[in-house]
């Protein structure tokens, strides 16, 4: 992989169990050729839970990544383990502003049982790698793609997500490399 | 995507307009927020958006309130009525009065993703439909002449017909009609076609010029002839002559005229040559001719050879169900003239412009279209633009100068007890003028 090839850190937040960075990182690295960084891991965000919800803010904790200073690394990507929303959205299981520097994913709805906090199943695990390069994308920019056999493919269910690639077809392939190099 | 929709954000609170603007503008869509239903309508003002996501519950001016706004004025605008749970009834309200759909929030993302597929999938449909609608309009139209009422549809069948023949054409109709346009469809669809079509407004042309035009001239034949001139008959020769206003013309150019249908030959002013002609006549009056026959001023003769085939054109009055269909057209014409983005027409304006008279007809609808057009500072056209149009009593008919002169001389003949020396002094010319705008005008019938 070429040095000038952007650098991605990852956060673990809480309690996250450690496989999911590393898998996430070769993902990165194999899929995306990026440099995957681990950067050191943060608390649960106790800022961004909503007590109604019981719930965390995306927003809010985005707000946070983005105000830090990570010098190393040219985007960063948040991994928790609790349960995300976006105001209107009932739930979300990754999120990341076009063309922002900090993305989200969270292992939480991406379970087989969504309270079973110590198996990390092999599906479970392969989600999480798709919604995480999806976002990643779209903070280089991408947008959804209509080809429901391309990475930036909507997925609005666990269902879509299983049948979604990890690959990007070839014309939002052409757009990340534009955007990457 | 098949093309890049816009959409708009409507909801007082902020974090609500932002988690969807980040979602739209990641699914690719053209995306602004607007924070209340005033600030929604002045932005859609200037920027068509195909959809707009709607919060029911916000100050000022209500989403149902927007809602009624944006399907009276933008109808082809998608509105999704966003509202909270335990607020069902008025999602339904909503969805009566025009919603395309409604999202209890919070919702799955995957209902976002769904309702826009929706709108995209009626947006097709709705493509297809106007496609459809564009080939049915092409059904009614015919040589630039619109409509689709019945008295329409028969001229549009008559006139291939009366194309396909040389007889001679009367139209008549009031004015603003369109009868040129239709005697410009029957040399269009006829043999004749490759041929000139040569229009004359015989009441905007004196009789002497007029005779001049039509014969041509020799050289010297009067003051200012200074080369010899073809007239329009020989102009014509092989396509169409266009006599608009025949009505208006003098018994003296009425015999002349008439020995030219007759005997297929003219003889230029000054000229003792006879030329050849061929030619198909198409004469246009908004005057009643059978009257005109009756107080002497036009030959009962000449009235028989024009009119062979006599095609009436309706007043716009007559045939309202023509009227959006003209104002579509009408707009879409000045819209791009005027390079303004004015595409639509409320229900009301349609109503009120059903409701007046038209004594202009479709030349007083254009007209009042590109003037409203012109003014408009907004995408759509409302009752108040036309405000112009008064309907309260209805006009007069505008009379032409020549109608003027003749109504005064005949009053102050009729003063003068029809004294001649005494009206020419009154009106401050001769008395051989005065007796030959008397001779001219048929003033004698109308004696008092």
Same mark, same amino acid.
């Given at each position: 992989m070429r040095k000038d090839r952007p650098h991605i850190g990852l956060i673990p937040f809480g309690g996250t169990p450690d496989i999911v960075p590393k898998v996430i990182a070769a993902h990165i690295s194999a899929y995306l050729d990026l440099h995957a960084i681990f950067l050191d891991p943060m608390a649960n965000p106790s800022y961004a839970l909503d007590k109604q919800r019981l719930q965390y803010d995306v927003g809010a904790i985005l707000e946070h990544l983005e105000s830090g200073s990570f010098r190393s690394v040219d985007k960063v990507m948040g991994i928790l383990d609790v349960d995300l929303f976006v105001p209107v959205f009932t739930h979300v299981f990754g999120e990341a502003r076009q063309k922002g520097r900090a993305a989200l994913i969270s292992i939480f709805r991406l +379970?087989?049982?969504? &309270?079973?906090?110590i198996d990390v199943s092999a599906v479970a695990l392969e989600r999480a790698a798709k919604v995480a390069l999806h976002e990643l994308c779209h903070l280089f920019g991408l947008t959804h793609c209509?080809?429901? +056999?391309?990475? &930036?493919h909507f997925s609005g269910s666990l269902s879509d997500l299983d049948q979604g690639s990890f690959n990007l077809c070839r014309y939002c392939k052409r757009f990340f490399e534009d955007a990457v190099s | 995507m098949d093309e890049k929709m816009s959409v708009m954000v409507v909801d007082d609170e902020k974090i609500v307009r932002e988690s969807l603007f980040f979602w739209f503008e990641k699914a690719g869509y053209t995306v602004d927020t607007a924070a209340s239903g005033f600030e929604a309508l002045e932005k859609i003002e200037t920027y068509p958006f195909d959809i707009m996501f709607v919060?029911?519950? #916000?100050?000022? #001016?209500d989403g149902i309130q927007l809602l009624e706004r944006i399907k009276t004025d933008y109808p082809d605008t998608a509105v999704i009525i966003i509202t909270a749970y335990g607020s069902i009834e008025s999602a339904i309200h909503a969805m009566k009065a025009g919603a395309s759909d409604y999202l209890l929030k919070p919702f799955k993302p995957k209902y976002l993703s769904l309702v826009m597929e929706k709108i995209m999938q009626q947006r097709r449909l709705r493509s297809e439909y106007n496609y459809l609608k564009a080939r049915l309009e092409k059904i009614s139209r015919f040589d630039n002449i619109i409509g689709q009422s019945p008295p329409m549809i028969k001229i549009f069948e008559l006139i291939p017909e009366i194309a396909a023949s040389d007889a001679s054409v009367l139209l008549t109709g009031e004015t603003g009609t369109g009868k040129e346009l239709v005697a410009k469809a029957i040399h269009a669809k006829s043999t004749r076609s490759q041929h000139p079509f040569i229009a004359i407004n015989c009441g905007s042309i004196p009789d002497t010029l007029l005779e001049s035009e039509l014969f041509g001239h020799k050289k010297g034949?009067?003051?200012?002839?200074t080369h010899t001139r073809k007239g329009y008959f020989e102009v014509v020769t092989g396509g169409t002559l266009f006599l608009d206003e025949i009505g208006e013309i003098s018994p003296k150019m009425q015999i002349d005229l008439l020995r030219v249908l007759e005997e297929k030959t003219i003889t230029r002013v000054g000229s003792s040559e006879s030329i050849p002609i061929e030619f198909r006549l198409v004469s246009a009056t908004r005057k009643n001719l059978q009257e005109a026959i009756s107080s002497g001023t036009f030959r009962e003769d000449f009235y028989y050879r024009v009119n062979v085939i006599h095609l009436h054109i309706p007043p716009l009055r007559d045939r309202k169900k023509d009227i959006p269909l003209l104002v579509q057209h009408f707009l879409k014409k000045y819209s791009q003239e005027t390079a303004k983005h004015v595409d639509h027409v409320t229900q009301n304006t349609l109503t009120r412009l059903k409701q007046y008279p038209w004594p202009g007809n479709v030349r007083e609808l254009e007209n009042a279209i590109e003037r409203a057009v012109v003014l408009s500072k907004s995408r759509t056209l409302r009752s108040e633009d036309f405000s112009f149009l008064s309907t309260d009593a209805p006009r007069k008919k505008t009379p032409s100068l020549r109608e003027v002169e003749q109504q005064y001389i005949l009053e102050v003949l009729d003063g003068c007890e029809w004294n001649i020396t005494q009206a020419a002094k009154i009106l401050g010319i001769n008395r051989v003028t005065l007796h030959k705008k008397i001779d001219r005008d048929g003033l004698r019938n109308l004696k008092r």
């Open positions: +379970r087989k049982k969504p &309270m079973d906090t209509e080809n429901d +056999r391309c990475l &930036m | 919060d029911i519950k #916000m100050p000022g #001016m034949s009067f003051t200012g002839a």
